[in-house]
Every structure is written in C-alpha cells, then in structure tokens.
C-alpha cells in the first residue's frame, strides 16, 4: 500500500524560482490538506480539499497556490519563492463522513530556499 | 486566538517506566482530539482519538485521557521501551471554528526519549 506519495523529498530553490510540490495518494480519499512544519512550531495548515475541483485556505495560504482536479493528486504551488516558506512540507488526507476518521501523511518535502 | 500546548519539549525516562505527555488547551471547545507519532524525516503517524465525551480510551501499551473541564489530554506510554523513543504531537479539529472536518491544529510535540 502506498498511501499518501509526496514528491520530491528534497529541492533546494533560489529566491524567486517556482515550484510544485507533488502529493497523490491511493486511497480514495476525498479531504486533502497541505501542512508546514517549522522548528519549534506545530504543523501548520496552508490549503485544503474535501474533494475533486473544491479548495480553501487554511491558517498560512500566503504565497501557496494549490488545485484539485483529481481525487488522487492535489499538488502545492509556489509562484515566487522566499526564504521564509523554507520548511518541511506535509501533505495528509482522510475519509470523509464521520469525525472520528484519522489523517494519513506523507513523509514530507524539505524544501530549503536561498 | 486558540492555543494549544504541550509542555514539555523533551522527556526523557527509563526502559519500563510510563511515560505521560500533557497536552493543554485554551479558548477552545474540541469536539475530538488525536494524537500522533513522528520519527525523524518521516510524517506523523496517527495513534489514538478521544471524543468529547469520552473519558479515556487504551490501545495495547498507550491509554489517552480527556478531560474537557481542565482542557487537557494526558499520554500515557506504559512499559516504554526504547523503540517508543519519537516525538508526539497532539491535535484538535477545527469543528467548531468555521474549519471543514479534517482541519487540525497540532501542538509542537514532545520528543520522548526511553534509555535503556
């Protein structure tokens, strides 16, 4: 099984550069989430999905784009890099109905920016 | 602003003695809370989830508590063993808070270290 693929696990960028990061993952899941992960920091939510075509911000979108044409991928975009989106990126997703349903991660994208 | 802590960064014990994790909470009604387990350069690994209305709930060696009068949830590791040496975080929905279900808000984590 292999759940949640994010891709790829290491990018150095210049300032300014683009980039998308990669996440798909096989379970059927309709909600997806993008987090960001700082030292000293929890996870922060950047966008989510509860499904197919439907996105919305979270606690940190600034400078983060994302689409969802697929119930599998649901990739994150940086239009313009800066040093301070340098963190460890975490894609998650979860069955939907119901409260109780746990979120499933992938293992992350170090993404440094100089 | 909710706010959630874990109050400790780092723990340290001894092989076979429980571990216990606080996780705290204020300006906030959760409707559930989880909690997860992160190894270096890995994501977080889900563990456990308390209801509201629940008081504690056990899974092999871990037992959660919730207590929502002191908004608090405690961790507890019995016989902790060396591979039980992670990080855990605890989380909250965002139910009650305009957050479509699924939205979290985790805590920093506590790095738990079990020598042998």
């Known amino acids: 099984n292999a759940g949640v693929t994010q891709t790829p696990k290491f990018q150095v960028l210049k300032t300014g550069q683009s980039m998308t990061l990669q996440c798909a993952q096989d379970m059927n899941h309709e909600y997806m989430s993008w987090y960001r992960q700082d030292p000293g920091m929890g996870l922060r939510l950047i966008h989510y999905?509860?499904?197919?075509?439907?996105?919305d911000q979270g606690e940190v979108p600034n400078g983060y784009n994302v689409s969802r044409s697929t119930t599998e991928d649901f990739p994150l975009r940086l239009l313009s890099a800066a040093p301070s989106q340098t963190s460890v990126y975490f894609c998650a997703s979860r069955e939907t109905g119901g409260e109780n349903q746990p979120q499933h991660f992938g293992d992350g994208t170090r993404l440094s920016i100089l | 602003s909710q706010k959630i802590e874990q109050n400790s960064e780092a723990l340290n014990i001894q092989e076979g003695k429980t571990a216990t994790l606080t996780c705290n909470y204020t300006?906030?009604?959760?409707?559930?809370l989880q909690w997860y387990r992160q190894d270096p350069g890995r994501g977080p690994v889900f563990l456990l989830l308390i209801r509201e209305n629940e008081k504690e709930k056990r899974k092999e060696r871990l037992k959660v508590t919730f207590d929502t009068t002191l908004k608090q949830s405690l961790f507890h590791i019995t016989a902790s063993q060396p591979a039980d040496s992670a990080t855990y975080l605890c989380a909250l929905d965002m139910l009650r808070y305009g957050g479509s279900q699924g939205n979290l808000i985790f805590g920093k984590g506590t790095k738990l270290s079990v020598k042998p």
């Open positions: 300006n906030y009604s959760p409707a559930y």
């Open positions: 999905s509860v499904g197919a075509g439907i996105t």
